[in-house]
């Protein structure tokens, strides 16, 4: 069974650039969720997406946003990208996001902002 | 206070040590407990789950949870220089909202 799949691995952008992160959740899996991590701040939890809705959301501006299409593959989008916005942004699945499922990470795409 | 604390490391040991990682929580609601293993580059790999206070063993590794402390283990035997990693406790409280993450310990084990 493949695992949940990021695109791209890696992404250089310059400041008030945009930029748009895709994830295939593991299959089967509907709800996928997005984390941004940084030597400073850890893991830290940006949205949940659930049948094509957003059902939970982290403390981040307006400029992250993401959707999730019927398929439950979800796209995440920075808008006017800032230097602090270089990250690790990781991609979580599992079954429907219910309370005792297990999570399960892609291997991310490291976004460096210059 | 952050809702999640852990010992940041970073941790050496020798090959063939038992080694014990914690997470300390603030917020009693929190009932459903994970650990994973991260290397380098890498997402994040769920290694134990649990959602009783006890002890709960997976091959070398053992995930103890005392809820009366807000206290949380990883132990994990026979250390083997490939669990070098950073090790993440994460936990989620019984309003079923996101995870919350300790900011991780990383780990070196010496051959």
């Known amino acids: 069974k493949a695992g949940v799949t990021q695109t791209p691995r890696y992404l250089i952008k310059t400041r008030g650039q945009q930029v748009t992160l895709s994830c295939s959740p593991i299959?089967?899996?509907?709800?996928v969720s997005w984390y941004q991590q940084t030597p400073g701040q850890g893991l830290q939890f940006l949205f949940e997406?659930?049948?094509?809705?957003?059902?939970n959301k982290g403390n981040f501006p307006g400029r992250f946003s993401g959707r999730q299409f019927s398929n439950s593959r979800s796209e995440m989008n920075v808008s006017t990208l800032e230097l602090g916005d270089s990250a690790l942004y990781l991609c979580?699945?599992?079954?429907?996001?219910?309370?005792?499922?297990?999570?399960?990470f892609g291997s991310g795409t490291q976004l460096s902002v210059l | 206070q952050k809702e999640v604390e852990q010992d940041p490391g970073p941790l050496s040991v020798p090959e063939g040590a038992i080694v014990s990682l914690n997470c300390t929580y603030s917020?009693?609601?929190?009932?459903?407990f994970m650990w994973y293993r991260q290397y380098s580059r890498k997402g994040p790999e769920l290694l134990m789950y649990?959602?009783?206070?006890g002890n709960k063993e997976d091959g070398r590794f053992t995930a103890q949870v005392d809820k009366s402390s807000k206290y949380i283990s990883l132990f994990i035997r026979d250390s083997q220089p490939s669990d070098s990693a950073t090790y993440l406790c994460?936990?989620?409280?019984?309003?079923?909202?996101?995870?919350?993450f300790g900011p991780g310990t990383r780990l070196s084990v010496l051959p």
């Open positions: 979580a699945s599992s079954l429907a996001g219910e309370m005792y499922e297990k999570l399960f």
């Open positions: 299959s089967g899996h509907r709800s």
């Open positions: 997406y659930f049948s094509e809705t957003q059902r």
């Open positions: 917020n009693s609601a929190f009932q459903y």
């Open positions: 649990t959602y009783s206070s």
């Open positions: 994460a936990m989620r409280d019984n309003y079923g909202q996101n995870f919350v």
